[in-house]
């Protein structure tokens, strides 16, 4: 029974994992030409890093609140349609325990990569000289 879990999970995040990157290779164009085409209308080319790092933050913590969304309704469906069984109400309130400790582990690093890149870019900004005279 373990292991049939086991195989579905891996098999439901490798299915997951390859629609995800399965079109990032598909250029009609040489790669370079339609990267930098592609790129020179968003503005992320003349970005500093931290804003580029700033945009994949938030880009996966997007995909990791969509994550913890699909756990919280797993777990609460789980929990409603136990019918009293407790081993089922056992393995809901562990899904729901387990997705709010990952997303207090999640935001946590959002917190401490938000606190850094601040003070990153703040020692940036006050280390630039002054221009204009002023």
Avoid: C
Wanted: hydrophobic letters at 50%; charged letters at 5%; glycine letters at 10%.
């Amino acid at each position: 029974m373990r292991l049939k879990r086991i195989q579905k999970t891996l098999v439901i995040s490798g299915l997951a994992l390859f629609l995800l990157l399965a079109a990032a290779p598909l250029f009609a164009q040489s790669p370079m030409d339609s990267l930098n085409s592609a790129a020179s209308g968003t503005g992320v080319i003349n970005q500093p890093i931290t804003y580029v790092v700033a945009v994949m933050v938030r880009n996966v913590l997007g995909i990791i609140g969509v994550i913890f969304l699909i756990l919280i309704v797993y777990g609460g469906t789980r929990w409603m349609t136990s019918g009293g069984n407790e081993q089922h109400i056992s393995l809901a309130k562990k899904v729901l325990t387990a997705s709010v400790i990952g997303l207090v582990i999640v935001m946590t690093g959002y917190s401490v990569t938000y606190f850094i890149i601040q003070n990153l870019t703040n020692q940036q900004t006050q280390s630039l000289p002054t221009q204009g005279g002023a």
